[in-house]
């Protein structure tokens, strides 16, 4: 069983008797819960990300912001992707102070470097440049803090099996790619934060509706195709100098209304066909589109107990949710982008339920 836990990061690898006996027997559900533990132990710093200063007591820093989440929890809890990925070993529910959380910086550098976007009063208009590139910084961080984790979640599996080692060696050459990545759009997101620069991001689409949306979501994705198919980031190109190009997305319920904004870095032009073309669709396809591309490339979102039903009977977006870009691996008899293509079809956004339509609003 063992060897199994290096395979929990691959979403919905458990087979249904396997997940019968995780179900029934709990100590597969502890053994789990401890070396997570061990591994954020492991990750853990001791100095604030941001500052630098010396830290042992770390802010619990929340991806999407608390105040969107509590627009959307019912009892305090909201629902996480798991609701149609259904591993037995990951969490269905979280409370809102735990979800979406990282454990990077300290708790002043966090009053001070998300003020802006995360003041609710502050979404009259569009999002400023400012608040823009406070977005970008938390997105790098909590991206740099998931990969963190993953490398010494990994290093730990390493330790416990011998039969996963291979595959953990993989997976973390890759975290460390992204991790360098990531490093890089923080130093910029930093930089543009701390000189409150107007030209650093560039937003694509901003959207406000006047009723409250049922998903939360922030967060950067890289898209492989875009609406007609053709490639955006070359996931398999193994060279250095390759570097792939984020696009962030933005989903904040507010009080009675949501607010949803798409940026790139300003210069990242491999995202220029897209948004040429998501602009021009309606609005209703438009949130569709959202909704589709956030479950495929995306863990991060939370959503309401009044979807629960829409999301997990819907085939689309249970294969959506499950669909990992590790899967497929390249080999000679066949081109990886091809099977890419059906994969991350975006034309499949016809066939889930509009979650971001006014028919499915909370408010
Ligand atoms: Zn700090």
Known sequence: MVDKIGSTLNLGAFSDEEKKLL????????KMSKINKEARQAAKRDTCYFCGKPCTSFCNSHSIPRFCLKNIATKGDVLTLNTLVDNPLMDTEKGVEEAGTFHLICNECDSKIFSDYENPDNYTTQPTPKMIS????????????????????????????????????????????????YEVNY????????????????????????????????GSVALVVDFEGNMINNIYNPSPEYVIQNIHISILPLKTETVITMFIEDGDKRYRRFYKQFNKLPLEDKLAALTYIIFLYSEDMYFSKSIEKEVAESQTLCNAGQTSQDMLSPTPFFDPFETLKVSHDLSKRHEIPNLLSEKYRIL
Do not use: H, W
Not at 23 to 30: A, E, G, L, N, V
């Open 134 to 181: 406070q977005m970008a910084l938390k997105n790098a961080l909590k991206s740099i803090s998931k990969r963190l984790f993953e490398i010494e979640l990994f290093n730990i599996t390493a330790k416990i099996s011998a039969s996963a080692r291979g595959f953990t060696q993989v997976k973390n050459n890759i975290n460390e790619i992204d991790l360098k990545e």
């Open 187 to 218: 130093k910029k997101a930093k930089k543009a934060v701390e000189k409150n620069s107007t030209n650093d991001y560039y937003v694509c689409y901003y959207e406000k509706l006047d009723y409250i949306v049922p998903i939360a979501f922030q």
């Open 23 to 30: 179900r029934t027997d709990f100590s597969y559900k502890k």
